[in-house]
């Protein structure tokens, strides 16, 4: 380790994560791993801070679950800021282990009534055998095809997709294989998707509750954190079949400057980022036109990287049309308790208590914005006021007019898009405008990639963490790939800084497979079940004379083993046999 030094490109939570490993696993100094990030801010898309001239800003969340291998494996060994002698993940599980996350109601209509999805998916026998086609089918006949091509209003039209698309914000246009690779990995939480009991939350928002206990970690054991320096490309020596990072480029306090490597030290890249260029607007004013667009440069970094070698990647497969890529969110924070009735009546809970609140996002199914919302436990910031609430709310469909405002909400300035909040959950017509205006502050962020992961695909669009050849470089982050994980996680981003920190130091140590319960028959046929709202796939119809070989093929199985785990998972029924 005496002449390595390790560079890393940005500091968001795959960054700040390799950094951590280097330090724990690699053993090395602190002094010799730089962080070089264009803002002046750690975190990344993981932020949550309070700005003096708008109000608190979230751009968005994280759900998490119990089977994170990486990222559990990470914050075991990272020190929680508040309880001295515990980790990161001990707060975590103590959390939600006494208050543990459900939704009282997942959805409303007609301005705050519950559309009462009563944990029904709503799909005919024609959407259950798409999805099962779906998840059968082999990831390379996905490459480019969009989840339109392999569904149609069978799945558009069910509670199920409701569920889906505004949980995970998928669009109709976005890659069936990204689709795919979410149902096989959250297989084992199709049951807890009408209510969010499968989802797990931090106590604060994500900056503070993890981005803030690593940064401090990797302070202590002598990290250089260098902000204020965007850099611009790494260029490469080809020689002998090897890729060899030989420099960095870049531009610090907007002078540019170089940073030469030998083939010993390291480089790590983030490439890509889902809230690159978002655009800030406040109260009064939309996020377009002159507002502030807050940019690090990273997508053309990308294309300077990938421009050297096809094995970088092809950045443009995500970043080419913010048609499809964009949506939008907001920030509403509450100043004193006019608003908190309505909030009271649709999520079943005190806001202020200190506990679970909406349990996960709530959606007005008939928003033309197809809007969302949710408030997690408050205060969401350590210095929050007590008596404020913050309410994170986003729309999918940002170009259209909404229902009160009639206005698209990428046109919205924050009181506009709190009139529209505050129309769909039940305020009085004649009050918005008031409530709007005196009774909260909203911050809007338009966010032109937020889903550029998603968009379709084909292989090598992704570069490996590691590409073929290279020696002391890899990609880190959303846009890296590693097998059978999924985007848009800090589970992703954990694990690529993992195996690429593993990779290029030859660590001794496995990194955890990703949850295996898509082999599980277990879990498989209590999803096939509860996808069908409690029926038998074994009653689904099949055509002409395959229905009459169901009964003696059961016949065969009974007495065994399989028979007892067909009925234990209600799958095999009295009258079948």
């Known amino acids: 380790m005496e002449n390595k030094n390790a560079y890393i490109v940005g500091s968001g939570l795959a960054s700040l994560a390799a950094a951590c490993f280097l330090v724990r696993d690699g053993q090395m100094p602190g002094s010799q791993i730089h962080i070089l990030e264009a803002m002046d801010i750690a975190g990344g898309a993981c932020d949550g801070i309070y700005d003096a001239t708008r109000g608190y800003i979230m751009r968005g969340g994280r759900e998490m679950e119990n089977h994170f291998e990486c990222l559990w494996d990470l914050f075991h060994s990272i020190p929680s800021l508040e309880k001295p002698g515990a980790s990161v993940l001990d707060e975590f599980y103590w959390l939600n282990k006494h208050d543990p996350n459900y939704s009282l109601c997942r959805a409303t209509v007609n301005r705050g009534e519950d559309a009462h999805t009563d944990g029904k998916f709503n799909l005919s026998q024609k959407g259950c055998m798409e999805i099962m086609k779906l998840f059968l089918t082999k ?75 690593m940064q401090k970690y990797l302070e202590a054991a002598g990290v250089d954190f260098r902000f ?9 020596e080809f020689k002998d079949g090897k890729k060899i990072a030989s420099a960095i480029e870049c531009k610090v306090n907007g002078k540019e400057e170089g940073i030469l490597l030998t083939e010993n030290d390291l480089v790590f890249v983030t490439n890509g980022s889902c809230t690159e260029g978002t655009i800030y607007g406040d109260q009064n ?29 092809h950045p443009e497969k995500f970043c080419s049309d913010i ?16 608003i908190i009735p309505y ?9 202020r208590s200190g506990n679970v609140v909406t349990g996960g996002i709530v959606s007005c199914r008939d928003s ?47 009181k506009e898009i709190t009139e529209e909040w505050l129309y769909h959950i039940g305020v009085p017509v004649e009050q918005i405008p ?18 550029a992961f998603f968009m379709p695909r084909t292989k090598g669009d992704r570069p490996a963490v590691i590409p073929d050849g290279c020696v002391n470089f890899a990609f880190l982050g959303q ?28 660590v001794d140590r496995g990194v955890p497979e990703v949850w295996g319960s898509v082999y599980d028959i277990r879990e498989l046929l209590d999803s096939s079940v509860k996808l069908m709202d409690g029926k038998s796939p074994l009653e689904i119809q099949l055509p002409g004379p395959l229905n009459g070989l169901k009964k003696p093929l059961l016949r065969i199985i009974k007495g065994t083993v399989i028979e007892k785990i067909l009925r234990d998972h209600d799958v095999l029924k009295d009258y079948m046999l």
Request: glycine share 4%.
């Open 139 to 213: 990831d390379e006949d996905l490459y480019d095809k969009t989840i339109e091509d392999v569904f149609d209003d069978e799945v558009f039209n069910s509670t199920f997709w409701l569920y889906w698309r505004t949980m995970f914000a998928f669009e109709n246009w976005h890659s069936a294989l990204e689709m795919k690779l979410y149902f096989q990995r959250f297989i084992h939480h199709i049951a807890g998707l009408p209510d969010f009991s499968a989802l797990k939350f931090t106590k604060y928002n994500q900056y503070e509750s993890l981005i803030l206990p």
């Open 228 to 236: 204020n320096t965007e850099v611009t490309n790494v260029v490469f």
């Open 285 to 313: 004013h939309a996020p377009n036109g002159d507002a502030e667009v807050r940019t690090s440069g990273c997508w053309n970094l990308w294309k300077n990287i990938a421009k050297q070698d096809p094995s970088f990647g």
């Open 323 to 338: 048609s499809k890529t964009n949506w939008e969110s907001a920030t509403i924070t509450t100043l004193d308790e006019k």
């Open 343 to 351: 909030i009271t009546n649709i999520c079943k809970r005190d806001p």
């Open 368 to 414: 033309k914005w197809l809007l969302s919302w949710t408030i997690n436990r408050q205060g969401q910031f350590k210095e929050q006021d007590p008596e404020k609430v913050c309410v994170w709310v986003y729309g999918l469909f940002t170009e259209v007019p909404g229902d009160y405002v009639k206005k698209p909400m990428k046109d919205c300035t924050g």
């Open 434 to 451: 008031e409530l709007a205006e005196n009774s909260a502050v909203c911050v809007p962020t338009m966010m032109p990639y937020i889903t």
């Open 479 to 506: 846009f890296a790939d590693t097998p059978r994980d999924t985007v848009f996680t800090t589970e992703y981003s954990v694990r690529t800084a993992m195996e690429a920190v593993y990779g290029l130091l030859g």
